[in-house]
């Protein structure tokens, strides 16, 4: 049964920082490619960020480059995200997934909230 449990979420000021884990149980990790993805409240879901299975490769959605970077460990079956110099903007529910061409693949988890305010 594929599972994905987020956490690390919370409230934090302006220009503060976060670290996001994500425990995947799913069958063939280390070769899935994976996404980070967040939704506000009302709106669509967003890819965020992505890596792929070696690392070898990250993307970015424009407004969070250069303050957040994913990373992952095999061996543990976890994606991270680490996001700096937070905006109010980037408050949201945020959740991992296995990321099929930017396209999320299995049901969500119950997703982490970040809540960026002063």
């Known amino acids: 049964q594929v599972q994905f449990v987020e956490s690390g979420g919370g409230l934090v000021q302006p220009g503060g920082s976060l670290r996001l884990s994500c425990a995947a149980s799913?069958?063939?990790?280390?070769?899935?490619?994976m996404g980070w993805y967040r939704q506000v409240a009302g709106k669509q879901r967003e890819l965020v960020a992505s890596i792929t299975s070696s690392s070898a490769s990250k993307t970015y959605t424009n407004s969070v480059k250069g303050r957040f970077t994913i990373s992952r460990d095999n061996a543990k079956n976890t994606v991270y995200l680490q996001m700096n110099s937070l905006k109010p903007e980037d408050t949201a529910v945020y959740y991992c997934n296995v990321d099929l061409m930017g396209r999320p693949l299995f049901p969500w988890g119950q997703g982490t909230q970040v809540t960026v305010s002063s």
């Open positions: 799913v069958s063939g990790f280390s070769i899935s490619a």
